[in-house]
């Protein structure tokens, strides 16, 4: 049973740092594809960034390029995201998403961030940003 246990989360102040963490158990953790999704309350879920761990071919949405980092351990299947620099808007609960299958369909433009095509998602950790 695949599962997925996001940790990291919590209330920073405006330009502050946090990272969260992915931990990824019940499959092959090798070459998947895997993401960081956000949703804020009244919002609709949105990416963040994703990753395809067989080459660490990485994609960030717009607004988190240059301040956010998505990258893995593979020793302990562990997957993070490095937040720095955090904003107000940047206040959401995140998301781990996995794709257990060894398929590269996240390495396509038109893929790289498709959200239905993760079939195993966490629990969520809330992110906090006050000004």
């Known amino acids: 049973q695949v599962r997925l246990v996001e940790s990291g989360g919590g209330s920073v102040q405006s330009g502050g740092s946090l990272r969260l963490s992915c931990a990824a158990s019940?499959?092959?953790?090798?070459?998947?594809?895997m993401g960081w999704f956000r949703q804020a309350p009244g919002k609709e879920r949105e990416a963040v960034a994703t990753?395809?761990?067989?080459?660490?071919?990485?994609y960030y949405a717009d607004s988190v390029k240059g301040r956010f980092t998505i990258f893995q351990d593979n020793p302990k299947t562990t997957l993070y995201l490095q937040m720095n620099s955090l904003r107000p808007e940047d206040t959401a609960m995140y998301y781990c998403?996995?794709?257990?299958?060894?398929?590269?369909?996240?390495?396509?433009?038109?893929?790289?961030?498709?959200?239905?095509?993760?079939?195993?998602w966490g629990q969520g950790t809330q992110v906090t940003a006050s000004s």
């Open positions: 990753i395809f761990t067989g080459g660490g071919y990485t």
């Open positions: 998403a996995a794709d257990s299958s060894r398929s590269r369909w996240c390495l396509s433009p038109s893929d790289h961030f498709s959200a239905d095509r993760f079939g195993h």
């Open positions: 019940g499959y092959t953790y090798s070459s998947n594809c």
